[in-house]
Every structure is written in C-alpha cells, then in structure tokens.
C-alpha cells in the first residue's frame, strides 16, 4: 500500500454493545467492530509546508516522535471516513490506527500490530486523557472484542444471525468532556456506581454470550439494561431517548447509545432478515441510519 511517495491506511469504526464508562473503571465491556464504516487515510509527500493542525497535527508528532523518519511538516494528508466524528464510534482511534499505518509504510516499515496500538494509544491519550483503549482493539484487529483494563482482549465470535443498525443523532460530544462528567459522578457516590459497575458486568457475560450464539433476543435485552444503566449516570440526552424509542417501534428488539453518549450514535439490534425493514421505519421517522446490516469482521491489512 505504499508506492514511494504515498501510503494508505484504514482501520474501521467500533460499536460497544455494552460496557462503556464502566470500563473505564475496569468492568468488562463489549465491542463490535462496523465494517461497511470506514476511516482510510493518505499520506503523501510534500515540500515542507504549514504545520498540521488537531488531532491529525498531534498524531502526526507522536509517529514523527515514536518512529522517527518523516517529519509532519513534509507530510500532505488525506482523511476520507465514513464515521462520523465525535458520535462515540471510535472515530479518533480509527484515524490515529490508520494515520500510524499510513506512516509506518510510508517509512517503508511494515504497520505491526504492537506498533501501531501503542502508536494510537498514545495520540489517544491526547484526545481523550485516560482512554481504557477498547476504541483503538477493536480498530486494530477488526474483531468483536471483550475488553477489560490490564487484561489481554478476547475474540468474541460473531454469529452472523444479528444485525445491527447505527444511527447518528448528528449531535456531536466530546470524549474527554463525558469521562470526565462521569468522573464526577463516581466520586459523588461510589457506592451507587459500584453497583451500576457490577450489572454492567454481567451484562458484558450474556452480551458475550448471545454474540457468540447469535441470541438476538438476549443481546437485545443486554441494549436496553445497557441503555437504563447509561442512563443513571447521566449520559444519555433526550434526543437519544427519541432514536431509542423510534428503534424499539420500528420493531428493534433492543436499542441504546453507544460510546461516550451526551447524544452520539443508537444502536439497534434484530435478526438479520429484519434488519432492512427496521431500518426503512426508522428512516421513515426522520432517524439517520449510517449502517444497517449483518454483524462482520473488517478484514486487516495483512499486518500481523
Ligand atoms: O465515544 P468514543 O468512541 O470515544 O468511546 C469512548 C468509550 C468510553 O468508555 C466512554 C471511554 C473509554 O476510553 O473507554
């Protein structure tokens, strides 16, 4: 993927089925990855010029700093994604696991998996301060995932029996920000949160459970405990709360936010074969569906 002058790199978007925050605090979480949602990016080359800006400036600086080889400032990038930015579908660690592909090739190095998550993970670390690095897992290997802090992931088989939705409620939040209200929430009562850390953490088992044997009914009953418990520490808004309740009368067995929540992206769960018409009544209720279709795996790049 590098001809010389420029490289490419991809890595898809994640979805956490549940688990999210409480990870944070070492709960397990699962995660599934979205194949059809894509982040590629390209770099190229150039005379040396202005420096880059945001996220891609500062992921940029970290490789520049981690690999060495080419400096930032004589880089040109492209970024084409298909997920949008800030809706808790692990944008930012897609863009720096792609951006860290881009550049190790284009340094003529092959992208190694142990390279590129410790890459991400520290331009993560920018973005969002004390990321639990499940976004970064689960655009790295393209896999389902059960992730706990300090442990090593675990593939999660999927059974292509489910389906999954996403929609965008189109109101954008940051990371940091959410982590950082939940934060105080824990500290204002953690006894109360160690209990709602708890039933996240057995939700995370039957969610492992119904993925691997392709149970739509019981991975639709992990959203809505998983949607309740999101909602007791304060990250769900009320336009999330209309796509949940669109997805469950469009006939979705199960509908939640996913993410850092504070609006961001829904998802909805039902067997395969109802997924396009669950999908065609939520569009009909002014939902925005972005993807719609089995649950995958996104092929790798051939890196190991
Ligand atoms: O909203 P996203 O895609 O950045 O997902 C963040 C997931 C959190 O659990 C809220 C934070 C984390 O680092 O795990």
């Not at 990855?33 to 600086?61: E, F, M, Y």
């Not at 959410?178 to 850390?197: G, H, Q, S, Y």
Request: charge should be negative; charged fraction near 20%.
């Amino acid at each position: 993927m590098s001809s010389g002058r420029s490289a490419v790199g991809r890595a898809p978007a994640k979805a956490i089925v549940v688990g999210e925050h409480f990870v944070v605090y070492g709960c397990p979480a699962v995660a599934v990855p979205i194949p059809d949602l894509v982040l590629q990016a390209t770099l190229s080359r150039r005379d040396p010029g202005p420096p880059h800006a945001g996220h891609v400036g500062a992921c940029l600086a970290v490789l520049h700093e981690r690999f060495g080889g080419l400096p930032p400032e004589s880089l040109d990038v492209s970024v084409k994604s298909d997920i949008p930015w800030g809706s808790g579908l692990g944008s930012s660690a897609a863009l720096s696991v792609a951006l860290a592909r881009a550049y190790l090739r284009l340094c003529g190095r092959k992208p190694f998996a142990d390279d590129v998550r410790e890459a991400s993970l520290a331009c993560e670390r920018i973005a969002h301060g004390r990321p639990s690095g499940i976004d970064t897992e689960v655009a790295l290997t393209g896999m389902a995932l059960r992730f706990e802090r300090g442990k090593p992931p675990v593939p999660v088989p999927i059974n292509g029996r489910i389906g999954l939705i996403v929609a965008d409620t189109g109101v954008a939040s940051p990371t940091s920000e959410m982590v950082a209200a939940v934060a105080a929430r824990r500290e204002a009562d953690r006894a109360e949160f160690d209990r709602l850390l708890q039933a996240a953490a057995q939700k995370a088992d039957e969610a492992e459970n119904a993925l691997a044997l392709g149970d739509t009914d019981s991975l639709g009953s992990v959203l809505i405990a998983g949607q309740a418990l999101l909602d007791e520490i304060g990250v769900v808004t009320e336009e999330v709360r209309r796509v949940v309740a669109a997805a469950r009368e469009a006939g979705a067995l199960g509908a939640k936010v996913t993410g850092a929540g504070g609006g961001g992206a829904v998802l909805a769960v039902h067997q395969v074969g109802s997924i396009p018409g669950v999908a065609a009544r939520m569009r009909s209720d002014n939902v925005r569906v972005i993807s719609a279709g089995p649950l995958g795996e996104f092929e790798p790049e051939g890196e190991p």
